[in-house]
Nanobody, 116 residues
Framework: VQLQASGGGLVQAGGSLRLSCAAS????????VAWFRQAPGKQRDLVAR???????YYADFVKGRFTISRDNTKNTVYLQMNSLKPDDTAVYSC???????????WGQGTLVTVSS
């Protein structure tokens, strides 16, 4: 398996979840890793992307609530989600664009449901 996402579930509004994205070493490397999400009937949106601990991007709708981090020893990226809102309900997927191969890799999604 190239990418494996996990950690989704059901949580009440205001709660927290941590998603994990484990990747094969061959594609993790120095590539940026991103989290996307797609709610039913809506387009897929970029949530956050990380290249390094000092090079991370957040969509405006998660700034101050979500934190993306990576553990290069485990080839894993995490998405800590705090102060969750019902609007955060979506399938969250991780993505790696391998620059050397010029190829996109997607993990299977993990469902996050936030109840009001």
């Amino acid at each position: 398996v190239q990418l494996q996402a996990s950690g989704g579930g059901l949580v009440q509004a205001g709660g927290s979840l941590r998603l994990s994205c484990a990747a094969s070493a061959s594609i993790f490397g120095n590539n940026a890793v991103a989290w996307f999400r797609q709610a039913p009937g809506k387009q897929r949106d970029l949530v956050a992307r990380i290249l390094s601990s000092t090079n991370a991007y957040y969509a405006d709708f998660v700034k101050g609530r979500f934190t993306i981090s990576r553990d290069n020893t485990k080839n894993t990226v995490y998405l800590q989600m705090n102060s969750l809102k019902p609007d955060d309900t979506a399938v969250y997927s991780c993505n790696i664009y391998d620059v050397k191969q010029d190829r996109n890799y997607w993990g299977q999604g993990t469902l996050v449901t936030v109840s009001s």
